[in-house]
């Protein structure tokens, strides 16, 4: 079977992988970004300045970043990943998450996928987040800390705002002993709000961790 690109369908030709070059040159690339929450900016910001979201409250993380913008067809593919199995995604996510990670800090050493709760992993079958982590895992070497967990089986966020979001995940992860490493990259499919972000930064810095950043595919 030859090869298709999961966005349109065509045959691939040689050289393109997972996502042909028309599709590639129409994806909503986000082209200048805070880079401590990874929110999309019109003009660029100076090196060192973050958003005004970010000077207001600044977050946990030190730095996040996302090759796209969660908007069509990149939302309807991570539906699609998450609600209905459409796994063949993930090898046409793993490039843009590996290019997009050399623009966070290089001395991330350990991978961290944000956890299911155990009960929607049992529905989902699968964890999206760790889909995505584990091409990650095998290209850096890094290990995947599998020490967190989900304590809370949280309603789905969609739908909900920012306060309720928040009240929402209060308290949604627990980490059993501790965390070795120094800096964790938090691994997701979308950062939404960043709050799920932030609370799992929150967790893994009160358990040792130093320092913690932000990869997903899009954000809102
Ligand atoms: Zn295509
Ligand atoms: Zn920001």
Redesign the pocket.
């Known amino acids: 079977m030859p090869q298709r ?1 999961v ?4 045959a691939s030709e040689p050289g393109e992988v997972y ?2 070059c ?3 040159a129409e994806l909503p690339w986000v082209e200048n970004r805070c880079a401590r929450c990874a929110i999309p900016v019109a003009t660029p910001l100076r090196d060192g300045v973050d958003c005004a979201n970010c000077q207001q409250c600044p977050p946990p993380f030190i730095a996040a970043a996302t090759p796209l913008r969660y908007t069509f067809p990149i939302d309807a593919a991570i539906k699609a990943m998450k609600f209905r199995r459409r796994l063949y995604y993930v090898p046409a996510f793993s490039p843009m998450l590996m290019k997009t990670m050399a623009c966070l800090p290089k001395d991330v050493d350990a991978l961290l996928a944000v956890p299911l709760h155990w009960r929607r992993h049992a529905t989902r079958g699968f964890n999206q987040a760790v889909e995505l982590c584990k091409p990650l895992q095998k290209l850096t070497g890094l290990p995947m800390l599998a020490n967190v967990k989900r304590i809370r089986s949280t309603p789905y966020q969609s739908g909900l705002d920012a306060d309720e979001r928040r009240r929402n995940l209060r308290a949604a992860f627990a980490i059993q002993g501790s965390v070795i490493a120094r800096h964790v990259l938090i691994v997701d499919d979308v950062i939404t709000t960043g709050e799920t972000c932030r609370q799992l930064a929150n967790v893994v810095l009160a358990a040792g961790a130093q320092k913690v950043s932000v990869l997903a595919i899009a954000r809102a």
Do not use: P, R, S, W
Not at 7 to 10: A, D, I, K, M, Y
């Open positions: 690109c966005f349109c369908g065509t996502c042909c028309g599709c590639a």
